[in-house]
């Protein structure tokens, strides 16, 4: 039961984004005055300390100082969605999509102009990037492809204007990666190469060897990294970031599913319980404890004989799984059906694992209904319907 690829793609969407709030020197790099600077770099860490109504004061200044730059609309897109990233979810939509327009109309008019400077177009690739992922999510594939494509060429022609300024190589590799990523699972468009190495070959050169972009490179390789079941390597980029900024729910979120994937469950229990303290209303930390401690009581139920018989310790995890997919499924009432049937499933497993059958057999069935290609619910269904009668 592995959750919906969605947050991976808002990550990498924002990450892609927060790399024009870089400010420090490298070689050729585009020039900003000396406000700006300041301005821009105070935003990028009130955002990774996810201070974020302070960094929303500090945009709305930003944008009342240069009301024409597309900094300003970028920077509340961006803001907006990381706060929707935090639960994986649209939540803060209506408020996105008062800058999406404004922010984007500016993007295509820098990419359209031939005088537009490679600062103002890797700026406007980040807003392309967040338009893309929106539309994307609201089911406009084509459209979403098409913000994207404008996003690379907003890339590369700032490249091309500042040939010495490396840190487009991070927008390019995420694209080349995620864009093979998840095309090849749309069926209807078969006509895009998988390019996946070279993108991560990219991120691992700016992760490296970049100077003002190398941190947002090892944070979005690590999403890379985890997304190739490479946790390990995953890990040891992601740690460093943890420390620097303990309060940033994206980066805990991701050291939590790597311990989760490592099978290191009091360690992933102990982040999670760390965000919702941090956080209470972000409802799908309450399905991954619940699948936490579902598969917890599974691993010591495979070490034990198959007597029968449940211990202590295995039926309060049981217990603690349904409590806390039950609590998700109440807070998040709006989730999309796919959340919703992998949460039957986690339900109807915890109880057909405390021999529960026809509460168990009620919950697949409504996992199914929420999501019919769900396989365990299946395949379970067809066990209970073939079981002897008691």
Do not use: C
Not at 105 to 127: C, M, P, R, T, Y
Request: aromatic share 12%; net charge positive; charged share 25%.
């Amino acid at each position: 039961m592995r959750p919906t690829g969605l947050f991976i793609k808002i990550f990498i969407s924002v990450l892609l984004s927060t790399a024009v709030f870089s400010t420090r020197a490298q070689a050729r790099p585009p020039q900003l005055a000396p406000a700006r600077q300041e301005a821009t770099q105070q935003i990028q860490q009130l955002l990774f300390q996810r201070q974020y109504a302070e960094a929303e004061q500090k945009i709305r200044h930003y944008q009342q100082q240069w009301p024409d730059d597309v900094m300003g609309d970028f920077g509340m897109m961006m803001l907006y969605q990381l706060k929707n990233f935090e639960n994986f979810d649209q939540r803060y939509a209506g408020q996105y999509l008062k800058w999406h327009e404004l922010g984007r109309k500016k993007a295509v008019d820098i990419l359209e102009n031939g005088q537009s400077s490679a600062w103002d177009l890797f700026v406007a690739s980040g807003v392309l990037a967040l338009s893309g992922f929106h539309r994307l999510n609201s089911g406009k594939t084509m459209r979403a492809l098409r913000d994207g494509s404008m996003a690379i060429n907003a890339l590369k022609k700032a490249q091309k204007k500042a040939p010495g300024w490396a840190d487009p190589s991070l927008g390019l590799g995420l694209y080349d990666y995620w864009r093979s990523v998840f095309t090849k699972r749309w069926t209807f468009l078969p006509f895009f190469p998988d390019k996946r190495a070279s993108g991560i070959k990219d991120l691992e050169l700016v992760a490296a060897k970049g100077v003002y972009v190398r941190e947002l490179a090892q944070g979005a390789l690590a999403w890379v990294y985890y997304n190739e079941e490479k946790t390990a390597a995953a890990q040891r980029l992601n740690q460093p970031l943890l420390q620097r900024y303990p309060r940033n729910i994206v980066i805990r979120l991701l050291a939590a599913h790597i311990a989760y994937k490592q099978k290191h469950y009091q360690q992933a229990e102990q982040h999670y319980q760390t965000i919702l303290r941090q956080e209470p209303r972000l409802s799908k930390v309450h399905f991954y404890l619940a699948r936490l401690y579902l598969d917890r009581a599974k691993s010591i139920l495979n070490t034990q004989k198959k007597s029968g018989e449940i211990s202590p310790e295995v039926r309060q995890d049981l217990e603690q799984a349904i409590a806390q997919v039950s609590r998700y499924l109440k807070v998040d009432a709006k989730a999309k059906k796919q959340w919703r049937g992998l949460a039957y499933t986690l339900w109807g497993e915890s109880l057909y694992q405390l021999q529960q059958w026809d509460e168990a057999e009620a919950k697949f069935k409504l996992a199914l209904k929420q999501d019919y290609s769900l396989s365990l619910p299946k395949k379970r269904l067809r066990i209970l319907r073939n079981r002897p009668a008691a």
